[in-house]
């Protein structure tokens, strides 16, 4: 699928991943819709990207409020073609100790927000994409879900961030089968160590020790990085039903 006048909703859209994502495809000329919380920096980055972006608040575990994201889409920029889910939570909490056993409701919300919120924006957006044209190939869409290598080398403490991670890896083969026969696309990308808001409060030198702990190139990964990942599903249309760790060899010790 080509970029250009393409139509992207992004989840998380407003920083790291999703931002960076955004300012690549702006660059090749496509069209965004930044959806998330922080109502400051998505306007902030609806209006770098000028007439090309669109920033609208919007909860992904709420159901009608990415109903009504999803229709900002097609009501601004007339169609919705790809989404890329990057919105998501992170935590750590040991399944017990010796202040008891670990609170259900953190599970629940880092689960509620990673796995629920995407396949909550992949259902929806799949809907607004059966109404596309389909072109070279029968496409008409393209998914792309952020998991993590969490997702299959999970830490001490990670058991909801793991679960919800391993719940997207887990779902992308069946939704890229539920989807073939409309003509859309499903893959999800698992990233290492990124240097996003999520590694923010973390101290420089333990930032530089986990960088250091990475095979090659031995460093936290950028996320233009991501992006140029999420340009090459979009652009190739061979590529479904696959997770793809961009993780630089890296395979996670237990703590």
Not at 118 to 134: C, Q
Request: net charge negative.
């Amino acid at each position: 699928m080509d970029l250009k006048q393409r139509v992207t909703l992004i989840t998380g859209g407003a920083s790291g991943l999703g931002a960076a994502s955004a300012r690549m495809l702006a660059e090749a000329q496509g069209r965004v819709i930044l959806v998330d919380l922080d109502d400051e920096k998505g306007e902030e980055l609806a209006a770098e990207l000028g007439e090309q972006g669109h920033y609208v608040r919007a909860d992904v575990t709420s159901a009608e409020e990415m109903e009504a994201a999803v229709a900002a889409a097609v009501d601004r920029f007339g169609r919705l073609e790809i989404v890329i889910n990057c919105a998501g939570i992170g935590g750590s909490q040991r399944v017990t100790g010796k202040r008891g056993p670990a609170p259900l409701e953190w599970f629940s919300k880092i689960v509620q927000v990673n796995l629920i919120g995407t396949f909550n924006t992949t259902r929806l957006a799949a809907t607004a994409m059966l109404e596309n044209e389909p072109g070279e190939d029968g496409e008409r869409g393209v998914i792309i879900n952020t998991a993590s290598i969490a997702a299959f080398d999970g830490q001490i403490g990670q058991a909801a961030y793991s679960a919800s991670k391993g719940g997207i890896a887990g779902m992308t083969l069946p939704i890229a089968r539920d989807l073939a026969r409309h003509g859309i696309r499903n893959v999800t990308i698992a990233p290492g160590l990124f240097d996003t808001p999520l590694l923010s409060r973390v101290p420089d030198e333990v930032r530089a020790e986990l960088g250091a702990s990475v095979p090659h190139p031995s460093r936290l990964g950028v996320p233009p990085e991501y992006a140029l990942l999420v340009r090459q599903i979009i652009e190739n249309r061979y590529l479904n039903g696959e997770v793809i760790r961009l993780d630089a060899a890296l395979r996670m010790a237990p703590q």
